[in-house]
């Protein structure tokens, strides 16, 4: 009986260990960098993302990110505004059109004073070798002297750095999304990164 007993306890002592296993190996691909800065590397495209102005002021119309892309050895992709998704409670969120975004938000100014009074916590990652292009941003503010970019090229050591807007749908502290990128012609060429509120 003893035997018994042991055996049926060893089994639920193995369906918890592989139970809590398989929790946080969903969670694994995605790093904390600090400060709301994550990383995730595992996919053909290294993406990065500084959400520390989405998730402090998290009752904003449109949630600001700034996004670091570059690819794995060997990879390139070609990721326009369509090739972004954000992922909250199963449901998927485009990015908005430049006009739409332009017509209902005038904080982009604000935002950018706001993510520079934080410290950096990508740079000091792998994304510090790429090589940015910084002349094109999908949302550029009304103050920099940036193109408006509808298509961001990027390979392994050339990389992207844009910020992006999505409409809030109610995130609220605790919530957990996710930033999907692909490439625009390619959906097996992808990357996505995990943000906690």
């Known amino acids: 009986m003893t ?45 990065a993302v500084n959400a520390v102005v989405a998730v402090k002021f998290n009752k904003k119309k449109y949630l600001p990110f700034i996004l670091y892309l570059g690819t794995d ?12 998704v954000m992922e909250y409670k199963g449901r998927i969120y485009h990015l908005p059109s430049y006009k739409e975004w332009r017509k209902n938000y005038n904080e982009d100014v604000y935002d950018l004073s ?9 740079f000091p990652s792998e994304m510090s070798i790429y090589q ?12 920099e002297g940036l193109k408006i970019g509808n298509l961001l090229s990027i390979s392994y050591r050339i990389g992207a750095v844009t910020k992006v807007y ?3 749908p109610g995130i609220k502290r605790g919530d957990t999304i996710k930033i999907k990128i692909f490439d625009k012609d390619n959906k097996s060429i992808y990357g996505e990164v995990e943000i906690k509120f």
Not at 73 to 84: C, E, L, M, P
Not at 114 to 122: A, D, I, Y
């Open 166 to 168: 999505f409409k809030n």
């Open 3 to 47: 035997n018994i007993l042991r055996r049926c306890r060893m089994r639920k002592l193995l369906i918890i260990i592989l139970a809590v296993a398989f929790t946080f190996a969903g969670f694994a691909k995605t790093r904390h960098l600090g400060d709301f800065s994550y990383i995730n590397t595992d996919g053909p495209i290294n993406v």
């Open 132 to 143: 940015f292009q910084t002349d094109v941003d999908f949302f550029p503010a009304r103050n």
């Open 114 to 122: 706001l993510f520079s009074r934080e410290p950096e916590h990508v």
């Open 73 to 84: 050895k060997g990879v390139t992709a070609n990721i326009d505004r369509n090739s972004i």
